[in-house]
Nanobody, 119 residues
Framework: QVQLVESGGGLVQPGGSLRLSCAAS????????MGWFRQAPGKQRELVAR???????NYVDSVKGRFAISRDNAKNTVYLQMNSLKPEDTAVYYC?????????????WGQGTQVTVSS
């Protein structure tokens, strides 16, 4: 199993920025994809951004133009740069990795980091 450790969450005012980091215990270059999900109170967990091994990215419409996902294979770390934050971005953010295993595909999850956007 791969360990994923998120960091970088916190309290920020509307319009501010945060950068989340997700450090993996394994080589992320071997993962099919890595992504960031978020879950707000009373809501379902949703995909925020994903980046594949080949570098392709996709974003939920609500963050396009504001968030950017990137990866540093040498550091086995994935980042989520969040700009122009809004109160509706408040949620627990989870790092996710999709890997191939003998039985098919598996998902690994981090413990989550809280992001609160409030004045």
């Amino acid at each position: 199993q791969v360990q994923l450790v998120e960091s970088g969450g916190g309290l920020v005012q509307p319009g501010g920025s945060l950068r989340l980091s997700c450090a993996a215990s394994g080589s992320i270059s071997s993962f099919l994809s890595m992504g960031w999900f978020r879950q707000a109170p009373g809501k379902q967990r949703e995909l925020v951004a994903r980046i594949t091994t080949g570098g392709s990215t996709n974003y939920v419409d609500s963050v396009k133009g504001r968030f950017a996902i990137s990866r540093d294979n040498a550091k086995n770390t994935v980042y989520l740069q969040m700009n122009s934050l809004k109160p509706e971005d408040t949620a627990v953010y989870y790092c996710n990795a999709v890997r191939k295993v003998v039985a098919g595909l598996t998902n690994d999850w981090g413990q989550g980091t809280q992001v609160t956007v409030s004045s």
